[in-house]
C-alpha cells in the first residue's frame, strides 16, 4: 500500500526526489546533460559517427546505441574500472539503448549512429532510471544539432520518454528509490513510458517474496505518476527543441 508517512530523506510515499537537468555542459558533444535526482548523478553525452553496424549497411537506416559505466568515486566504496562491461553494465545500456530507439525514426537520419555515453558520478539508487531521463534530453540537442545542419528529416521524434523507479519497502509502496531503500526493498520496478503515458519497458522481481496483481496495478500506477511529472519538466525545459522536432 502506498502510505502517507514521511521517509527517511524527508518525502512521502509518492514524492520524487529533487530532480535537476542541466543542458549543454560538454564542448566537444553534439548534445548533453547532465541529470540529477537526490544525490544520484549521471551525465550523458551523445556522439555522431558517419557509419553504421554491418547489419544496417546499404539500408539508408541510421542507428542508437548506448554505453553506461559508473565512474571509480560514484559509490563509496571505489568502483573498479573495467576493460570492457560488466553484466549489469551491458543489460542497463542496452535498457538505455532501447528506450531511446522507441521514440526516434532511425529513417529520418540516414546511415549514422549516435552514441550515447552515460556515466554515473555519483550513485543513490536508479542510476539507471536517472541515466534514461538525462540521455533522452541530450538526445533532443543532438537531434536539434543535426537539423540544423540538414542531415535529418522531420518529425524524427515520436514522444518524449522518462523513467523511474518504485519498490516495496516493508511492505510499503515507494516511488523513486534512494540506496537506502533500494537495497533493502522486497520488490523493485524500473518503469520506462513515454509522454502519451504508453510502456516502452517493465523490469520488476521480487526478493525473497511476491507480490499481486493488485499490487503491480498500483506500482506501475505510482511509477505513472511519477513519470508524468518528469516529462512535465522535459517539456518545459525543452519546449523549443520538441517544437522544432515534433511540433509539440
Request: aromatic residues 6%; proline residues 2%; contains cysteine.
Amino acid at each position: 500500500m502506498i502510505m502517507n508517512e514521511m521517509r527517511k530523506d524527508g518525502r512521502t510515499a509518492d514524492q520524487l526526489r529533487r530532480v535537476k537537468i542541466t543542458r549543454n555542459i560538454v564542448k566537444h558533444a553534439i548534445g548533453s546533460a547532465l541529470v540529477e535526482m537526490g544525490d544520484t548523478k549521471v551525465i550523458c553525452c551523445v556522439s555522431m559517427e558517419e557509419k553504421v553496424p554491418q547489419f544496417l549497411r546499404n539500408s539508408g537506416t541510421g542507428w542508437l546505441t548506448a554505453e553506461y559505466g559508473m565512474l571509480p568515486a560514484s559509490t563509496p566504496e571505489r568502483t573498479q574500472r573495467m576493460p570492457y562491461p560488466a553484466g549489469r553494465n551491458q543489460e542497463i545500456q542496452r535498457l538505455i539503448g532501447r528506450a531511446l530507439r522507441s521514440v526516434i525514426n532511425l529513417k529520418h537520419f540516414g546511415e549514422r549512429t549516435l552514441w550515447v555515453d552515460c556515466d554515473v558520478l555519483q550513485a543513490d539508487g536508479g542510476t539507471r532510471t536517472a541515466a534514461i531521463n538525462g540521455a533522452f534530453c541530450a538526445l533532443v540537442d543532438a537531434l536539434v544539432f543535426m537539423k540544423q545542419r540538414n542531415i535529418l528529416m522531420l518529425p524524427v521524434l515520436r514522444d518524449c520518454l522518462a523513467a523511474v523507479s518504485v519498490g516495496i519497502v516493508g511492505n510499503h509502496q515507494y516511488l523513486d528509490l534512494c540506496y537506502a531503500e533500494d537495497s533493502i526493498a522486497q520488490v523493485d520496478f524500473n518503469v520506462v513510458m513515454t509522454g502519451k503515458g504508453e510502456f516502452v519497458e517493465i523490469q520488476g522481481s521480487a526478493e525473497g517474496t511476491f507480490f499481486s496483481r493488485k499490487s503491480l496495478d498500483s506500482i506501475l500506477a505510482l511509477a505513472e505518476k511519477g513519470i508524468t511529472e518528469i516529462i512535465s519538466l522535459e517539456k518545459t525545459i525543452l519546449k523549443d527543441e520538441l517544437q522544432i522536432l515534433a511540433g509539440y
